[in-house]
């Protein structure tokens, strides 16, 4: 009688490790998308026509919590100071974004990282990040 509780045990764990797994790489195949979609290359920020201010890079995940509450955020910077901050979003638990998790060393996400118009770093923050915070950190390089 134990040995068959075992089994079903056994059995149950394999199945849940498999609908796992295949809800994973069906989320992993999604966020892969939106990541294409909204992730831009360093390279092409350093090549616009337009010179920012202030590079506002936010290092995260599209299946993160906290992460996803600073996309709106996200956008109301970019709404409101695009034609001085350029805002850059890379999904780091993606392979096109694992990368700059690197470069930048980050330890937990969402991790912002602000830059100068000369592309260096003048201000970092772990987690979520409010926007009335985020306007006096652009504030320090003349962002209006």
């Known amino acids: 009688m134990e040995r068959l509780k075992l089994i079903k045990f056994y059995l149950l764990v394999l199945f849940l490790t498999a609908s796992c797994t295949d809800a994973s790489q069906a989320q992993n195949q999604e966020s892969s998308n939106q990541t294409e979609q909204t992730t831009i290359t360093q390279e092409n ?9 202030v590079t506002f890079i936010e290092l995260g995940s599209v299946n993160c ?7 709106p955020v996200m956008k109301e910077i970019e709404e409101e100071f695009g034609d001085q901050v350029k805002v850059i ?5 993606t392979e096109e974004g694992q990368p700059y998790s690197q470069k930048y060393g980050i330890r937990v996400i969402p991790t912002q990282v602000f830059l100068d118009k000369h592309g260096n770093e003048y201000y970092r923050h772990e987690g979520f990040f409010p926007k009335e915070e985020i306007i006096e950190i ?3 390089q003349g962002v209006e």
């Open 45 to 53: 920020a350093e090549n616009d026509e337009i010179e920012y201010l």
């Open 65 to 71: 919590v906290p992460c996803k509450m600073m996309q």
């Open 138 to 140: 652009l504030k320090m």
């Open 89 to 93: 979003f890379y999904d780091v638990w």
